[in-house]
């Protein structure tokens, strides 16, 4: 399946650490990208690859993979990473894209 | 700095066709390490890959819509096109351009539009 799917919605406290996840069977062999997406504007790219971070992205953020599972993780939660978050993965034999659900984080 | 920006039609009627066009500033299109993407976002919801396009004018479709859709790119003009043919209020959503580029196992769309919003209505 090329679904990937994330938690609804997570919060945290002002400093302290949230992980987000996404999952599906395209992440076995993918590292997905993950997107920031803030009210009214378009998504904003914060992490791709295995790891790397698009210059002006704070190092609070940063990813990693196991198996199916993929996470973001912000490390010291500020209240301006209160947006929706997206992961994305290709399907590297047709070339098409998919988006996860979506997670809403609160601060 | 590469910017990305849409026209849209404004208000579609249903059974029309929906056109939007992506020019693409500071950077040219013609650059092979890009595609370009077309991604969409109905009121509300999460995202969704519409399809993109090579400057080779290689193209690769979201199968449910690929019978709707066509993905132009015109390399003189810098800019490329989507054209979505028999729309429904489904189709109303904000209609994202953005510069997609990949490697053997990661992909990223690196520079967005700020989108355009399309309603479909009579």
């Known amino acids: 399946s090329s679904e990937l799917t994330q938690d609804p919605a997570v919060s945290v406290a002002l400093g302290q650490t949230v992980r987000i996840t996404c999952q599906g069977d395209s992440l076995r062999n993918y590292y997905p990208s993950w997107y920031q997406q803030k009210p009214g504007q378009a998504p904003v790219l914060v992490i791709y690859?295995?790891?790397y971070r698009p210059s002006g992205i704070p190092d609070r953020f940063s990813a990693s993979r196991s198996g199916t599972t993929a996470s973001l993780t912000i490390t010291g939660a500020q209240a301006e990473d209160e947006a929706d978050y997206y992961c994305?993965?290709?399907?590297?034999?047709?070339?098409?894209?998919?988006f996860g659900t979506g997670t809403r984080v609160t601060v | 700095q590469v910017q990305l920006q849409e026209s849209g039609p404004g208000l579609v009627k249903p059974s029309q066709t929906l056109s939007v066009t992506c020019t693409v500033a500071g950077g040219s299109i013609r650059n092979g390490a890009y595609y370009w993407t077309w991604i969409r976002q109905h009121p509300g919801k999460g995202l969704e890959w519409i399809g993109h396009?090579?400057?080779?004018?290689?193209?690769y479709y979201n199968p449910s819509l690929k019978s709707r859709l066509t993905v132009s790119i015109d390399t003189s003009q810098n800019h490329f096109s989507l054209r979505l043919t028999s729309v429904t209020p489904a189709d109303t959503a904000i209609y994202y351009c953005?510069?997609?580029?990949?490697?053997?196992?990661?992909?990223?769309?690196?520079?967005w539009g700020q989108g355009t919003l399309v309603p479909v209505s009579s």
């Open positions: 396009i090579h400057y080779s004018g290689r193209t």
């Open positions: 690859d295995k790891n």
């Open positions: 994305s993965a290709r399907d590297s034999a047709t070339n098409h894209f998919v």
């Open positions: 953005a510069r997609g580029f990949w490697g053997s196992f990661y992909a990223a769309f690196d520079y």
